[in-house]
């Protein structure tokens, strides 16, 4: 969650999805919803079947990848497409040519539309980072690599908390009974934002205990059953959560979101990885990258610790 004075953004045209958020109702999130899903369909037949064992083998490889600074250590498509922050790049300019000693990593697969998340936390070395990097897998092979960079400039910023609190979590898989569907996955991570950004009347799946990590900042240290996820809302007004893709691992109850803040072209490029248990919020992490160049103002209402 972003606060009320994080970022001022101009008034600009927005794109048909962030107007379809804000001015649909029930049957558009729910059109939207098909849409995504018939095109995970579309992929899988457009290229051999997909397994949890071989998207699990291209996050290894990409672990070894940045691991080593070398990219020769992941089998690429011909074709692959490299993009970071939301910037399509090339092979020689993005951060997995530079070596980092990642402290942990995690990651969820998408089964049915061969994609992965990974969530890499790099504490030593001289620069800390938490990153989030996506795989589109083709026959085996990485066909994209995209990749949100976080760093000190960054919203909340703390990759030592970051390790901390994420490394303590427990993200594995659900047995059967515990878990929910595919759309379901997707529809808890558009009630979020749309009840956060939009509508207060949204009811999403809040559980508890839940706790958010954002950036660094973790909203249930000391781990207290209490605590929920569930904030005051909707807050900032005027804000929107854009072009929203998804990577969904029914099999872990986690669903990652890539999204932008108002602007489909110039917003804030940001990921919220949701874990839901029996249905209900257990952890967000949220990676949101500065793109100004300037140091964020924490807002009065940062989320407290």
């Excluded at 605590?227 to 900032?236: E, G, R, W």
Aim: hydrophobic letters at 35%; aromatic letters at 10%.
């Amino acid at each position: 969650m972003i606060g009320r004075n994080l970022y001022q953004f101009g008034t600009q045209k927005r794109d048909f999805l962030s107007t379809n958020y804000y001015y649909g109702g029930l049957m558009n999130r729910i059109i939207m919803s098909m849409v995504i899903l018939l095109c995970g369909a579309t992929t899988i037949h457009a290229q051999t079947e997909c397994t949890r064992s071989m998207l699990k083998a291209a996050t290894d490889s990409y672990i070894a990848a940045q691991e080593a600074g070398d990219l020769s250590k992941m089998a690429l498509d011909p074709k692959v497409k490299y993009i970071e922050n939301m910037i399509e790049t090339t092979k020689d300019k993005g951060l997995w040519n530079t070596a980092l000693p990642i402290a942990f990593h995690r990651s969820i697969y998408d089964v049915g539309r061969c994609k992965t998340f990974t969530e890499v936390i790099v504490t030593e070395g001289g620069h800390p980072y938490v990153i989030g990097t996506r795989l589109m897998v083709k026959d085996g092979k990485v066909a994209e690599i995209d990749s949100l960079v976080t760093d000190a400039d960054d919203w909340l910023f703390n990759a030592e908390n970051y390790l901390k609190y994420s490394k303590a979590e427990d993200w594995s898989v659900l047995p059967v009974d515990d878990r929910i569907s595919r759309q379901d996955l997707v529809d808890a991570g558009n009630q979020y934002f749309d009840f956060v950004w939009l509508d207060e009347g949204i009811r999403p799946p809040w559980g508890t205990p839940c706790a958010r990590l954002e950036g660094g900042m973790y909203t249930n240290p000391n781990n207290e059953y209490k605590d929920t996820c569930q904030i005051s809302a909707p807050i900032p007004p005027g804000l929107f959560m854009v072009n929203r893709s998804f990577v969904v691992d029914e099999e872990m109850g986690a669903v990652n979101v890539f999204c932008r803040f108002v602007d489909s072209t110039n917003g804030m490029p940001d990921s919220h990885t949701f874990r839901l248990v029996n249905g209900k919020y257990r952890w967000i992490h949220t990676l949101s990258v500065n793109l100004t160049g300037k140091p964020i103002v924490l807002p009065k209402n940062k989320p407290e610790e």
